[in-house]
């Protein structure tokens, strides 16, 4: 999350409780886009009850439709077309007993359904493996000519949703599948040349998203909001399942204003931002950050876990990069490592408002969990914290003492600070289905949490890369690859992309690890989407949320659809 502007570098003073003639860095953040619109909501019990008879009745609608559809391409479009809708978690056992059927070749296209159509053996193939269905991409090999090329004859104006099926499909690509790796680059390259050409239709706006954000990298909850609209304008809609998706997108937003204003009432009896004026004002942001999470009725306590707990590491992260001196730094990391009340006074005043806060968030935390059984969850998170302040306070040794650390030295810590271990950890302390064996899974570091630590650590880092720079940061972690390596910085920032690139594959394969269910590893997918999502085109959605995320914050929480 870190992305600060600085006018000058910290200072370090022996005596933290003096603040003369300390000089301090000036952090030029925007200040927060929402004021006091989401401090209160009341929920209209009328309207969600009448809401919620009328989801019952075409929910079974939806279900007859699931059991009733004969043919494999007409049930693997629907099921598609429910979870496009954001419907697919009502459905979810009747979804995966038919996607295994067709797995197990149960299911098979008819005669008269075509083996080669482009457009159905890719969304079969993509359905099945966001489903940890081992789908081979052998499958895609009769596209493909005896030179290893995909056929030119599948590039037809008549074919464009084949081509956008198949640029979808790619993006399940795992490690050394090269067949995947050129499907990426051929629909990619064919449907940016067609788009402009298309006329003006669902289609092309379907693409032009397509492009510019990927489906399997997106947000659920926001692909949803928009595919409700465009899906309005298809010639092939279903009126029922175009209203019950309106209608539970609908439903679920008053939980989620309700829980949005919890979160933002908190943070302001908290009063940290008028007190910590250096620090980022995201609550809102926090709290969309964990709607990308997890959308679902179910996870309501989660999300109001993660928002608060992202609140903080923010305000934690801000007090470390734009304003802490190295001395104050020191005391309030050992006071944390420490946890314990008493330990307050030994820090300067600005940091014990902060101290006080984040004890009693986790305090908190532990009185809603621990009659549940899960005190254990809070231990888990509350370590995570510990572990991600003391990377914080390395990180400021090097910048005071202008060391630059080898690479794998960088990463080791900066994996850390990326937030995305403690983030991990504390999205799952909510989640009821969250065992203690799955807080040792998660710490035994599995593939799946590894690629996704790195695509946040090094998307932040090309992201962040100039305003870094600007405040005189040296060990940014391009930095130490390009000295290590003697690489410029522009093919430095290429590999950083690469591996990325590299890590998503990785979260894919990470997709099958069966150690625990797909509910837990889905979290996980689901951060690494929010890095795609905020840090869009080089942007910094989080630190500057004008363009990238307020016009999804408006959409998800905000504007509710007519029915």
């Not at 902060?354 to 998170?381: M, N, Q």
């Not at 290429?494 to 998503?504: H, I, K, S, T």
Request: proline letters at 3%; a negative charge.
């Amino acid at each position: 999350m870190a992305s600060v502007e600085f006018n000058k570098n910290p200072a370090t003073i022996c005596d933290v409780h003096s603040q003369n003639d300390i000089v301090r860095p000036v952090a030029n953040f925007p200040p927060s886009l929402w004021g006091d619109v989401f401090n209160s909501f009341t929920m209209d019990i009328q309207l969600s009850d009448m809401y919620t008879e009328e989801i019952k009745v075409l929910k079974e609608e939806a279900r007859m439709l699931i059991s009733c559809e004969s043919k494999l391409s007409e049930k693997l479009v629907l099921v598609d077309t429910l979870e496009r809708l954001g419907l697919s978690y009502h459905f979810e056992n009747e979804i995966q007993e038919q996607l295994t059927l067709a797995f197990n070749g149960h299911l098979k296209l008819e005669l008269e359904e075509n083996d080669d159509d482009l457009f159905i053996i890719s969304l079969q193939f993509r359905l099945l493996r966001q489903h940890a269905l081992d789908a081979p991409s052998s499958v895609f090999e009769r596209f493909v000519e005896n030179n290893g090329e995909f056929k030119k004859s599948l590039v037809s104006d008549d074919d464009v949703k084949g081509l956008l099926s198949l640029y979808e499909a790619s993006y399940l690509r795992r490690t050394d599948e090269e067949i995947l790796d050129k499907a990426f680059s051929f629909s990619k390259a064919h449907l940016e040349f067609v788009a402009s050409n298309l006329p003006e239709s669902p289609l092309k706006k379907h693409v032009s998203r397509a492009l510019y954000q990927s489906y399997v990298r997106g947000i659920p909850r926001v692909e949803t909001h928009l595919f409700i609209s465009l899906y309005e304008e298809f010639e092939s809609k279903n009126e029922s399942l175009l209203r019950l998706a309106k209608l539970d997108f609908n439903l679920l937003q008053m939980q989620h204003k309700l829980e949005l204003s919890e979160v933002t009432r908190w943070w302001k009896e908290v009063d940290l931002i008028s007190k910590l004026s250096f620090a980022r004002d995201r609550a809102v942001e926090c709290y969309f950050w964990s709607v990308g999470v997890y959308s679902e009725p179910q996870y309501g306590i989660a999300r109001i876990m993660l928002a608060k707990t992202i609140c903080m590491i923010s305000v934690i992260d801000d007090t470390f990069d734009a304003y802490g001196t190295i001395d104050e730094l020191t005391v309030f990391n050992d006071a944390v490592q420490k946890w314990d009340i008493s330990e307050i006074d030994r820090l300067p005043e600005y940091m014990k408002i902060l101290y006080r806060v984040l004890l009693d968030l986790y305090e908190s935390f532990d009185a809603e969990l621990s009659p549940k059984g899960r005190s254990y969850a809070v231990h888990h998170a509350k370590e995570g914290m510990q572990q991600i302040v003391g990377s914080y306070y390395t990180e400021a040794k090097w910048f005071i003492k202008g060391h630059l650390p080898t690479f794998d030295e960088y990463m080791s810590v900066a994996k850390i600070t990326s937030t995305y271990y403690v983030l991990t950890t504390t999205s799952l302390i909510g989640m009821e289905n969250a065992t203690s064996q799955v807080f040792d899974w998660l710490l035994s570091k599995p593939k799946i949490v590894e690629a996704n630590v790195t695509i946040c650590r090094v998307v932040d880092d090309v992201a962040t890369y100039e305003v870094e720079k600007g405040r005189g940061q040296e060990a940014t972690g391009i930095d130490c690859y390009v000295k290590e390596h003697g690489l410029s910085t522009e093919v430095t920032i290429d590999l950083f992309y690469e591996m990325a690139e590299n890590a998503w594959k990785e979260l894919n394969e990470g997709l099958m690890d069966n150690s625990v269910t797909m509910e837990i590893l889905m979290r996980i997918y689901n951060f690494a989407r929010l890095i795609d999502v905020t840090y869009n085109h080089s942007g910094d959605g989080y630190t500057h949320p004008e363009k990238l995320l307020k016009p999804s914050i408006v959409a998800l929480l905000v504007d509710s659809f007519e029915v």
